[in-house]
């Protein structure tokens, strides 16, 4: 799914978010409600695509949020968003953000928007987006190194 046909939420200022100076991950994290964990990458990878290439490729909208773009070693074997359980083990670079808004789908009365952290996937071989996640401002639960 692109982040185009997905239910975040687009500022209504026509501005475009500044991509942040990218990092290499130093210590693995894990996000406990979805199985996802990202490693430092190995010493000698080199991604086949550019920071700013995964950053368009994410369609990053909310000049609201912050965000990180990261190289990483992801490993996965949760299903993104086909439903089929595969898999993950590679170079990706992630955009990580925080205070990102996204529409409330509770009972009538609720709040429109709730605040959370999300990362957006993209291979860094192949470019291709690997879908975008959501979740509670709290995680991801840090490993020791």
Do not use: C
């Amino acid at each position: 799914m692109s982040t185009a046909d997905s239910i975040w939420a687009r500022d209504p200022s026509p501005v475009e978010p500044r991509m942040p100076t990218p990092v290499r991950l130093k210590t693995t994290q894990t996000f406990e409600f979805n199985g996802v964990q990202l490693s430092p990458p190995p010493k000698n990878a080199q991604p086949a695509i550019s920071a700013s290439h995964a950053w368009r490729v994410a369609q990053i909208t909310q000049t609201s949020a912050s965000y990180q773009p990261v190289l990483a070693q992801w490993r996965s074997t949760v299903p993104l968003s086909d439903g089929k359980e595969q898999l993950f083990d590679v170079l990706v670079w992630v955009v990580m953000g925080t205070n990102v808004r996204v529409p409330n789908r509770g009972p009538k009365g609720s709040p429109p928007w709730s605040v959370q952290s999300a990362m957006w996937p993209v291979d860094a071989t192949t470019g291709h987006a690997l879908g975008q996640l959501g979740y509670p401002p709290m995680e991801p639960n840090r490993a020791p190194n």
